[in-house]
């Protein structure tokens, strides 16, 4: 069974510092990843995607996530966040035999201070 | 930029009554979706559709609620009955119709249906 798994409900970072919010997966077969990010009363917004290629991927806003396939994850990174980063980010996975289905983590807070 | 929109953004109903939840689908887009997200609960998929029927469904997704696209631009959830537990966000995605469009999935803002 496809899944996902992000362990914190929340990350807490200072703004300037780099980020990381942590996502490992389970699927057969290759997996196709992506990472949203949920602002108050919006819907999820797509931020950046892994189907194939280098394991490093470079998406909106200046984040970027990092495909590791031994550890099976896929953290969301920045170099220097922003105050405006603060929202709700969701990793997501659907395997590459079915483009239907999307499964979503439970969603990883992240706060950044000024 | 081209969205999803979906009204209304809250719905309030008793338990018991029907609610069709709205939703306009990206204007080029071919596939379609509906999620659910529980309050402080993940995501999860409901149903995708295309070329006018259901294409994969979850377990959820039983026999009180359907999904129909009447016209070339909306595309509806519709729950017959409602219970207590149908209380949620309920999000409509759209993806477009190429091999890589397909990929991303663009989400609205959600309706937040609450049932008392």
């Known amino acids: 069974a496809q899944s996902v798994a992000q362990p914190e409900d929340q990350v807490n970072v200072a703004e300037g510092n780099p980020l990381t919010v942590k996502c490992t997966y389970s699927?057969?077969?290759?997996?196709?990843l992506f990472w949203y990010v949920q602002y108050p009363n919006r819907g999820l917004q797509f931020l950046l995607k892994?189907?194939?290629?280098?394991?490093l991927v470079k998406g909106s806003y200046g984040f970027e996530a990092e495909f590791n396939k031994s550890q099976t994850s896929f953290h969301l990174k920045k170099p220097s966040a922003l105050v405006s980063d603060s929202a709700l980010y969701f990793c997501?996975?659907?395997?590459?035999?079915?483009?239907?289905?999307?499964?979503f983590g439970s969603g990883t807070k992240l706060n950044v201070k000024p | 930029e081209p969205e999803v929109t979906q009204t209304p953004s809250h719905q309030v109903t008793q338990m018991g009554q029907e609610v069709i939840l709205r939703c306009v689908p990206i204007?080029?887009?071919?596939?379609f979706y509906w999620y659910r997200q529980i309050l402080g609960q993940k995501v999860e998929f409901l149903v995708s559709?295309?070329?006018?029927?259901?294409?994969?469904k979850s377990e959820i997704f039983d026999d009180q609620f359907s999904v129909e696209r009447p016209d070339g631009s909306n595309f509806t959830l519709k729950i017959r009955s409602t219970k207590l537990e149908d209380s949620a966000m309920y999000f409509c995605?759209?993806?477009?119709?190429?091999?890589?469009?397909?990929?991303?999935?663009?989400f609205g803002a959600g309706t937040r249906l609450s049932v008392l």
């Open positions: 995605a759209s993806s477009g119709g190429l091999a890589g469009g397909r990929n991303i999935q663009y």
């Open positions: 699927v057969s077969g290759n997996p196709y």
């Open positions: 892994y189907i194939t290629g280098d394991n």
């Open positions: 997501a996975v659907r395997d590459a035999g079915n483009f239907n289905k999307f499964y």
């Open positions: 204007s080029n887009h071919l596939y």
């Open positions: 559709f295309y070329n006018n029927e259901i294409s994969e």
